[in-house]
């Protein structure tokens, strides 16, 4: 039982981040295009409560890999809708990299001041090189995941948003299924064996760099793989 409370205090404040600047950053860009929809319903702030949703947050804790209640964006609202909904689709993904990015420093950051600190600081510094760790790890795995060309994921209304109108109106159409074909396509398929994951590892160790072992072993300590 211990260990799950120190494995859940590791993962918590990174998976926290990486999903709600997701949702967030949605919003932000999509007010900044002229749709006030997320600040008027009180999603554009860092309150959990107000963006979580229970089962991708255990989601989270059990697979690595969660989700949040969408941040709401009215398209009608945009100056530009077609146009515009593809920089507020890709501000989602573009947040959690640009979080992979800084986590990655932030790793490398705790490597170079670890040995200027007392012998007895391993108590903290742990934690925090796994933080920073498992932060490189999920950001990369939903800026990387949510960029599947596939509504309703970000990628596919990206690719809404650059198809022509009737191409553009077909594929709007497998949203309402999207979510079922999602989980085909990884459960089902060779999808993420053959793409995703060597896709993820390949990004993630080309952040980490000389860390990427710290990165592994921190993955093995918290999902034992």
């Not at 790793?107 to 933080?131: F, G």
């Not at 596919?156 to 497998?174: C, D, F, H, N």
């Not at 064996?193 to 760099?209: D, E, H, M, N």
Request: proline content about 8%; glycine content about 6%.
């Amino acid at each position: 039982m211990e260990n799950i409370v120190i494995k859940i205090s590791i993962m918590l404040v990174p998976a926290l981040l990486a999903i709600i600047l997701h949702e967030v950053s949605h919003g932000y860009v999509a007010e900044r295009f002229g749709d006030p929809t997320a600040r008027l319903l009180g999603r554009l702030n860092l309150n959990p409560l107000r963006h979580l949703d229970p089962i991708g947050t255990v989601a989270v804790f059990i697979f690595g890999f969660g989700w949040a209640r969408p941040v709401p964006v009215n398209a009608g609202n945009l100056r530009h809708p077609k146009r515009d909904m593809i920089w507020v689709s890709l501000a989602g993904p573009v947040t959690n990299l640009s979080l992979a990015v800084l986590s990655a420093l932030l790793l490398k950051l705790i490597t170079l001041i670890e040995p200027m600190l007392a012998a007895d600081s391993d108590v903290v510094i742990r934690p925090l090189r796994m933080m920073a760790a498992f932060s490189l790890y999920i950001n990369v795995l939903l800026g990387t995941f949510n960029l599947l060309p596939i509504p309703p994921l970000d990628g596919g209304r990206v690719l809404t948003g650059i198809l022509p109108s009737r191409q553009a109106a077909l594929l709007s159409k497998l949203e309402p299924f999207g979510f079922v074909l999602i989980l085909f396509l990884i459960f089902f398929t060779d999808l993420w064996k053959l793409v995703l994951s060597p896709v993820i590892s390949a990004l993630i160790q080309l952040l980490a760099g000389a860390e990427w072992p710290l990165v592994q072993h921190s993955m093995q300590y918290l999902f034992g793989n």
